[in-house]
Each structure stands twice: as C-alpha cells, then as structure tokens.
C-alpha cells in the first residue's frame, strides 16, 4: 500500500499547474527545495518519474498525469467533504466554482449577486472563458458547473435549461437598413459581417441560419475574438453583427447600437446550467442549480427597446 500524503499530492498539483518548481513553491508558500523533497519522495513511493525535466519546464510524464488526475478528484472530493459537513452542520455554507462562456460574463456577476444575497456564506469564484475553455474547465474539474448555451458532446453532463437565449442582428444607428421593416434572409446576408471564432455557439447559429443561402456560410465574415470587440467594431462602421442581446444592453439603451428588424429573428436558443454526470452535486451546488431553476431568466438582460416581432429556435 502506498504511503502518500496530501502535501505531497497537492505538491504535484502545483507543479503541474505552474510547471516550475520555484512557481509553485511560490504558490503553496513553501520554498523550492522542500518542493523538490516533496516530489522526490512522491515519486520514490510511485517508483516512477512523474514530471520530465525540461529546458522549458516541468512536463507530466503518462504516470505524472495519473498521478495528478487522482490528486485532483482526492482534492474535489474532500471539498464536497466539507461542503456537506457544513450543510450537516446547518451553516449552508459551502463553496462552488463557476465557469461561464464569454458571453454570460454580461449576466453571471447579477446571478451571482442575488443568489449571494440568499446564502451569504456561500463562497463563490468565476472563471471566465470561450466555449472550448469552459469545457476543457469541465473536464478537468476546475470548476463545479457551467454556462453555456450548447452542452458539450464530448464529455458526459447534465445540463438544465434557465432561460431563453435571444440572437439578433445589431449595427450602428446609421445604417441604411436601420428604419427598415421586415429585412429578407437574402437582404441581410448581401451585407458585410462580423463573427465569433469557429466553435462558438453564436457563429454556430449564424451557419444555420444562412444555410439554406448558397455559399453564404463559406464565408461569413472578419472574425473576431471577442463580443466587445465586435461591437466596437460594428460601432466604428466596420459591418453589422450576429451577437447575443444580452450582450448589447448598454449600448442599445445609450443609441450607440440598433437591432436590425429581420425576418426570422431573433432566434431563440437557451442557457443551460452545466455539470459533469460522474459526480455528485455538493449542497452549494444543488442550491445554486435550483436558484437558477427559480430566478435565474429574470437576471438575463435585455435592452428595454427588445421586442421581437418574431422568433425562430436554434438546434442545440
């Protein structure tokens, strides 16, 4: 039976996440040479080399990634440990690590707040990311749940609906198509288009809807990695944009942006709450999954002058 301990696992985290070891001494408030200890005496009891040492730094060797990938579900298991204790205790307590897409960062810190303002000892962190960080966070177990507007398909999850997530089609106040009604599919698409990167939900759902126009989707437009680059973008008279309404509140309600009245729009998809399947929901977690169930639609913000004339859905 091995003999390892937490200092010694939560040593191996750091090294894995900084990939020096005077980078994570730094980060676990030790100094360098008990780090080393630290790992030689892991890695004596492994009887393998977990980290290769390089002129970049340390790499995980294939057991390194074993070791660590264990390492990190002891250390979630034993917050879920802790969490429940409190919630034994009555103290509804806990803590819960939420991970959201680009996108959500303009309504996560309002669910936050007032999910906060009803369990106040609830220790909540945000990480912010694009889709495919988001989920590389999911795998990893970095963060306890998600937002996000498509489940992923390549991990397996759990994934509730909170609220409708609207897409439209903003561009500045001057714009030819500003005061017009009723804008075709084949009108919009003659005009210049600015875009999310490959793999995002927004771009996703602009392919699909120029689908059926022939070549359209070939090539959408400048791509850009960002929401708020996009809109200083379209602001500046670049092109128009495809973008969530729940990121243009601001700029809608101070005239700086328009949305474009077009057939078909907005489309609606929804914002689903995100978790792994393989494990079990701690009590801050249930709490905020059922918050979300509860409130979470009327925390999403919309600008006061949206009123779709109509909606179309979005497959997810």
Known sequence: MWNLTLRQLRTLQAIAAHG???SAAKALGLTAPAVTIQLRQLEEELGLELFDRTAEGMRPTAAGMVAT??????????????DEIDAI????????RLGVISTAKYFAPRLMAAFMKELPKVEMLLSVGNRAETIANLKSHAVDMALMGRPPKDVSVTATPFGDHPLVIVAPPDHPLATVHGISKERIAQENFLV????????????IFFSDIPGRI???????????????AVMAGLGIAFISAHTIEAEVEAGRLIILDVVGLPIL???YAVMRADRAMSPAMEAFHEFLKRKG????????????????SAAT
């Open 196 to 207: 999310r990167e490959h793999g995002s939900g927004t771009r996703f759902s602009l392919e």
């Open 69 to 82: 990938g264990t390492a990190q579900a002891i250390d979630e298991r034993l917050r879920q440990m802790r």
């Open 89 to 96: 205790k009555g103290l509804r307590a806990g803590s819960l």
């Open 218 to 232: 070939d090539d959408l437009g400048l791509e850009m990695d960002s929401n708020e680059t996009i809109k200083q």
């Open 269 to 271: 998809r929804q914002w």
């Open 297 to 312: 639609a009327a925390h999403l913000p919309l600008p006061h002058t949206f009123r779709p004339r109509q909606a179309s």
């Open 20 to 22: 020096k070891i005077v």
